[in-house]
């Protein structure tokens, strides 16, 4: 048999048994493995990020929030379809976990539910976008924003990290309109807080002057209250990468 062809359907997809003395066809299970490989493969997961679990995302170093914001997104994606929001906002400082949650939650969706889900960088879609604007580009608008648009599930990753303009504003509203009123679940991150969050943590010196609606503007901000449950991570919380950074130095030192 060719290499990498099913043993047990010879790669028809079907697999005959015998039930009540009558042979009956029943999917293989290769065909589901092959689908939910399609699917992680369309999803554009970077690979930093592919191992992310919600197994893997730990809780000694975390804070209520983060603890918090772990249980919220991984109830979402149990309950999944059967939600009462179409997607979440997870907003939070750097390294504290918000794409390795979000990523844990559009994998979970993948591998258990065959959701179809797309991971795009804020800034990675737009210059994806511009580019197909040029005049010898080697794709449209259109054939980036499709999926974009129709995807089951978008993770929209670092939104605000690029300032607005008013294309942007436009685009991005068509694209979350579109979605929104298509029923369609879209995951957010951002670094960027919401004033009552920033008040509160002002005495601990983390505060950021500029706010998330400021960043993105008010009219997308209040569009996202209705799509999305906001789930805030505590600017107090530390940074995973620096927790990392510490550990490894501590490790070479070891073996010195
Ligand atoms: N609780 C955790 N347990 C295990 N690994 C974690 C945890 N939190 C974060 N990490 C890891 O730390 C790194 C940084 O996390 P992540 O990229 O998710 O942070 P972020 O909040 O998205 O940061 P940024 O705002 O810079 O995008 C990743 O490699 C991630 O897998
Ligand atoms: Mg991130
Ligand atoms: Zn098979």
Redesign the pocket.
């Known amino acids: 048999m060719a290499e990498g062809v099913c043993e047990f359907c010879r790669g028809t997809g079907w697999r005959l048994k015998e039930q009540n003395s009558i042979v009956v066809a029943e999917r293989c299970s290769c065909v589901r493995s092959r689908e939910k490989v399609t699917l992680v493969q369309q999803a554009r997961i970077p690979r930093?990020?592919e191992d992310?679990t919600f197994d893997?995302?730990?809780?000694p170093?975390?804070t209520d929030s983060?603890r918090v914001a772990k249980q919220i997104v991984d109830c979402f994606v149990r309950s999944y379809p059967a939600v009462a929001t179409t997607g979440f906002l997870l907003m939070?400082?750097?390294?504290?976990?918000?794409?390795?949650?979000a990523v844990a939650a559009i994998k979970f969706l993948i591998q258990e539910k065959k959701v179809g889900c797309l991971f795009y960088d804020f800034r990675e879609l737009l210059k994806m976008l511009q580019s197909s604007y040029s005049k010898d580009a080697e794709f449209s608008e259109m054939s980036v924003l499709h999926p974009v648009l129709r995807t089951e599930v978008l993770l929209l990753?670092?939104l605000g990290a690029k300032k607005m303009t008013p294309w942007l504003e436009d685009i991005l509203s068509y694209i979350l309109n579109y979605r929104y009123n298509e029923k369609l679940s879209t995951f957010i991150?951002t670094?960027w807080m919401d004033e009552e969050l920033l008040d509160t943590s002002r005495a601990s010196n983390h505060a950021k002057e500029e706010t998330l609606d400021v960043r993105i503007g008010e009219r997308l901000r209040s569009r996202l209250y209705e799509m999305c449950e906001t789930i805030q991570?505590h600017p107090s919380s530390l940074d995973?990468?620096k927790i990392?950074h510490a550990r490894n130095k501590t490790r070479n030192l070891a073996g010195l």
Not at 56 to 59: A, C, E, G, Q, R
Not at 92 to 101: D, F, N
């Open positions: 930093r990020y992310c893997n995302f730990l809780l170093m975390c983060q939070g400082p750097p390294g504290s976990g918000k794409t390795h949650l990753d670092e991150t670094n991570i995973y990468r990392l």
